[in-house]
Structure formats: C-alpha cells, structure tokens
C-alpha cells in the first residue's frame, strides 16, 4: 500500500514538473504580451501587473497582422487541400499494389533538408516571376505536406481489409467505385489526421515563407521578425505576435488531438 502511494505522488510529480516545462513557457508569452514594455523588464511584476491590450492593438492596426494571419490561413488550407486531392489515391495505390519502392522514392523528399532546395527554388522560380506570390508558397509547403499525407495514408489504407473491397466488387462495383464508396468513407479519420498535421506544419513553417515570399504574401512566423530592431526588440509586441501564431494552432491541436491519436493508431494496425 505505501509503495502504491510513493509510486502515485512520485507520478503526479512528474506530470506536474513536465506540465510547468512545456506550458511556463507558454503561459509566459501570453502574460509578457499583456505588460508595457516597462513591466517586462520588472521583475517584481511578473505576476503581477496591471494587463494592457496595446500590445494586440499594435499588432492588428499597426503591424496589419489579420492580412498575414489570412496569408497563413490561405497557404495552408490550400496546400493541405492539394496534397489530400493528389496523396490519397496515390497512397491507397501503393498500399493496394505494394509499390514500396516508389514509396521510398516519396520519403527520401521528405527526409531531404528543406534549406538544400532554396536556392535552385529561388532560382527557379525568380526565372518563371512567381517568387513573392502564393503559387510558389503554395508548392514548396506541399513539398512537406503531401509526402506527410501519403504515408499516413498508407498505413492507413495498409490496415484496412481488401475482403471489403472485394465483396463490393462481387455485388457489382467497379475498383474504383469500391473504393471511393467502401474504403475513402472508412478512411475519413485518417483522412482528418493527415489534413491537421499537414495544416499545422503548413502554419509553423517559416523558411520557406522568408525567402520565396514578399510584403504582401509573407505569413504569420516571418512578420513576427518585423518586431525585431538593429537596435532595439518590442518585446510586448514580439510577444503579443507569438501568441496569435501560437494560440490558434494550439487551440486547433487540442481540439483535434483525438483525431490525430485515433487516426495514427487506425492506421498502425494491419489486419
């Protein structure tokens, strides 16, 4: 009995202790994006403290943060939106026929550094006039999203039954009409759990978006550098920046965290 209660205070330690590391970060930003510039650098204020929206009011009037937060938003569902259109039935095509080495072929430009590939990117599309515009933005996230998508896709179709299939065919259903009406409905966790870490990593990506975008299409990680002087950083506003880019995605991932875990496990088991 008293080692079942050490092993109980001993846990709930532990889950306090990572809990303070993973959130006191977090729950830092947000209370420095609520303080004057002043009050950051007080010590004595960093709980309390008379909070302030100026921050936030700088980062929607002055900075135009909603146009870059629409940029994000843009690049992203539109990425992710491609990468399901074109790595669904591509996954489900290498899981049917075992095209293993084509799906090596798919990993190897998911393990290839993106920052290798900037500049004949640059290059490239500086020639073609499509550096500063959606389209190239659009095209280099789905670099990572759509070889994300096939594999999560894979080994989701991998784990669904072809008896299914095959007793739709023997009523009267052609492959294709099998599988658009038996398995893609079947699939639609795994389906929601490639579109939210696509979608996410599409939010946080900020390489790419500093180098192929301009001041009109650049998202939400490149214009939190806007608060970043030669000589001086807006650490409110810096802050304040952070917590648009952060809080969203995190609001989204708690929400939908059933989903991935469901999805990821669905797609582990074959059989």
């Keep these: 009995?008293?080692?079942?209660?050490?092993?109980?205070?001993?846990?709930?330690?532990?889950i306090a202790l990572l809990l303070f590391l993973m959130l006191g970060p977090i729950l830092w930003m947000v209370m420095a994006s609520l303080k004057t510039s002043v009050d950051i650098y007080d010590a004595s204020?960093?709980?309390a403290f008379e909070p302030t929206l100026e921050n936030y009011r700088k980062v929607f009037?002055?900075?135009?943060?909603?146009q870059f937060m629409w940029n994000s938003f843009i690049i992203a569902a539109t990425s992710t939106g491609i990468s399901l259109v074109l790595g669904v039935p591509a996954a489900y095509s290498m899981?049917?026929?075992?095209?293993k080495r084509q799906a090596v072929v798919v990993l190897m430009?998911?393990?290839?550094?993106?920052?290798?590939?900037l500049v004949p990117w640059y290059y490239l599309f500086s020639n073609l006039k499509m550096v500063g515009g959606y389209g190239v933005l659009i095209l280099s996230h789905m670099f990572v999203s759509l070889p994300l998508i096939l594999y999560i896709m894979m080994g989701f179709f991998d784990g669904t039954p072809?008896?299914?299939?095959?007793?739709?065919?023997?009523?009267?259903?052609?492959?294709?009409?099998a599988m658009l009406r038996i398995t893609l409905p079947m699939?639609?966790?795994?389906?929601?759990?490639?579109?939210?870490?696509?979608?996410?990593?599409?939010?946080?990506?900020?390489?790419?978006?500093?180098?192929?975008?301009?001041?009109n299409t650049k998202t939400l990680p490149v214009a939190i550098f806007d608060f970043i002087g030669y000589a001086a950083i807006d650490w409110g506003g810096l802050m304040a920046a952070a917590s648009v880019?952060?809080?969203?995605?995190?609001?989204?991932?708690?929400?939908?965290?059933?989903?991935?875990?469901?999805?990821?496990t669905a797609g582990a088991v074959k059989g």
């Design 187 to 215: 699939s639609v966790p795994g389906i929601a759990t490639a579109s939210i870490l696509s979608f996410i990593f599409s939010w946080n990506n900020f390489m790419f978006a500093l180098v192929l975008s301009d001041a």
């Design 162 to 177: 072809i008896e299914l299939e095959e007793a739709a065919e023997v009523d009267g259903l052609t492959p294709i009409g």
């Design 61 to 66: 009037g002055q900075a135009n943060f909603g």
């Design 95 to 99: 899981s049917r026929f075992v095209m």
């Design 1 to 14: 009995m008293r080692v079942s209660t050490t092993y109980k205070i001993i846990r709930v330690l532990l």
């Design 245 to 264: 880019v952060t809080l969203p995605i995190m609001i989204i991932a708690l929400f939908a965290q059933k989903y991935v875990v469901s999805g990821l």
């Design 109 to 117: 430009a998911r393990i290839i550094p993106g920052v290798s590939l």
């Design 45 to 47: 204020k960093i709980f």
